[in-house]
């Protein structure tokens, strides 16, 4: 739904190194800091994984790392809580189906 | 294995003034917290704090999140970050820990000071499990520490204190608040907050609730309705809303896990957001080693927050011999006058009361 450039108490949003992240091969731009789920939503995403009996969308709740909502498969790990994890330039992420799979074959 | 006198888990406003209480008097502490960046909630409370100047208000939130870390810094305090604790054993004394998710570290711990915080509490109805629907602390996070916007159209669900300075504050960020939308017959917030709220033109729903969300990929538009004086939905009053966000601010619950694993006693407190451990008067469990502050004692401010874990703080290096039992005492006494006056007035003689009882259930108990 996009940054928050400007801000009454915060002041300008400062400049940080902008870092590409890809969703499902497709990339975004992200900046450096930036938590996984913010990026995403800041790009209008709205659905971060679905779930599992009746494929049904689902995004941030808590968004402080707690209720694990917006779990998604990161750099082929899955489950992981993208509200509380930071980008990284490159970064593959994938919308989770219901508990996820290890890409790549078998637990690491 | 790591050795250390006191342990305090989770660097919120409770944990870091424990930490510096306990610091100024000789304590060598270890700060835990599983997140990337310390301050707890903190950073996304922007604005001024109530009280006296004594609980520094008129001071931003975020403000006196970086003053405890720089004070933290200045005293040396070790922090880790990125650390979980996942076990608890002999009566609080040995702690399992995770950290960086990766290395498993046992911690022998004299002393505990568990200030875990709280967790919001979500309401449900059709559709509240779309996209959009969120945490009002979640929007809080995502403006004002993300700098995202989660929507443009929202609704909030709460007309407390949260409820209405995290509609303020959607507003700051650029949003439209649609409706604040509170079940009980009048608003809950403190008046300086509704008022802003009020004057930028948003309109308040009391006695209402939201009955259903729709949307498919997201949430489009909510139904209110009315409610009587027994909370049940009355048919026909339903009033149509588009939205892209709804934001739930229906009270916070207490974050218990690691006092129940330390076996300390429970009781009910509804007031202060449902089980909580009793405490005597020094935050000291049933467990005598482990002590508690902040929303994990009962969910009140920050400003709380502060003077429980400053409480605890000396007690803890009172009891470890570090001060004499006489400062501890003045200093509690000065900190118990900073509670009182938290604690009073309209908004604050409810929870006042509910932490008289959880010391008198305490000293029932024999702690």
């Known amino acids: ?108 | 294995m790591t050795r250390a006198e006191l342990v305090i888990v989770g660097a919120g406003p409770a944990g870091l003034s424990a930490a510096i209480e306990a610091a100024k008097n000789g304590v060598k502490v270890l700060l835990i917290d599983e997140n990337a960046k310390p301050g707890g909630q903190l950073f996304k409370q922007i604005h001024k704090f109530f009280g006296s100047k004594a609980h520094r208000a008129g001071v931003r939130g975020y403000v006196i999140g970086q003053q405890l870390l720089q004070e933290t810094e200045e005293l040396g305090i070790e922090v880790w970050l990125n650390s979980e604790v996942c076990g608890i054993e002999d009566s609080g004394h040995l702690l399992w820990v995770i950290r960086d998710g990766k290395e498993s570290v046992q911690v022998r711990a004299e002393k505990l000071i568990l200030s875990t915080g709280a967790s919001e509490n979500a309401v449900t109805f059709p559709g509240w499990n779309l996209p959009g629907v969120m945490g009002a602390g979640a929007a809080q996070t995502m403006i004002n520490v993300h700098r995202v916007l989660p929507g443009k159209h929202i609704v909030m669900v709460g007309s407390g204190n949260v409820g209405v300075i995290v509609s303020y504050q959607l507003l700051q960020a650029g949003a439209s608040v649609e409706a604040i939308v509170e079940a009980a017959p009048k608003i809950g917030g403190y008046g300086v907050h509704t008022a802003k709220v009020c004057r930028a033109g948003v309109p308040f729903y009391v006695g209402h609730t939201v009955k259903k969300a729709y949307g498919t990929d997201r949430v489009e538009a909510v139904d209110l309705i009315a409610l009587d004086e027994k909370f049940r939905q009355i048919p026909g009053t339903e009033i149509h809303l588009a939205c892209d966000t709804v934001c739930l601010a229906t009270g916070l619950t207490p974050l218990t896990e690691l006092a129940w694993l330390a076996g300390c006693k429970f009781d009910f407190i509804g007031a202060l957001g449902g089980n909580i451990p009793m405490h005597n008067e020094k935050m000291q469990t049933s467990v005598p080693n482990v002590y508690i502050a902040g929303d994990i004692a009962g969910t009140e401010e920050a400003s709380t927050a502060m003077e429980e874990g400053r409480l605890a703080g000396v007690n803890v290096a009172c009891a470890l011999g570090h001060c004499t039992a006489e400062h501890a005492k003045t200093r509690s006494d000065e900190i118990w006058e900073n509670l009182n006056a938290l604690r009073c007035g309209y908004f604050g003689q409810r929870r006042r009361d509910a932490k008289d009882l959880i010391l008198k259930k305490g000293a029932d108990l024999g702690i």
């Open chain 1, 1 to 108: 739904m996009g940054r928050i450039e400007k801000h009454p108490i915060l002041g300008d949003l400062p400049e940080r190194r902008e870092v590409t992240i890809y969703l499902d091969g497709k990339p975004y731009p992200a900046q450096e800091g930036d938590m996984i789920a913010a990026a995403l939503i800041a790009n209008g995403v709205s659905t971060l994984r679905f779930t599992k009996n009746e494929h049904k969308p689902r995004s941030i709740f808590c968004g402080i790392g707690r209720c694990t909502d917006c779990v998604m498969i990161v750099d082929g790990k899955p489950n992981v809580r993208t509200c509380v994890t930071p980008v990284r330039d490159g970064m593959q992420i994938r919308t989770q189906e219901g508990t996820g799979s290890w890409e790549g074959g078998g637990a690491k």
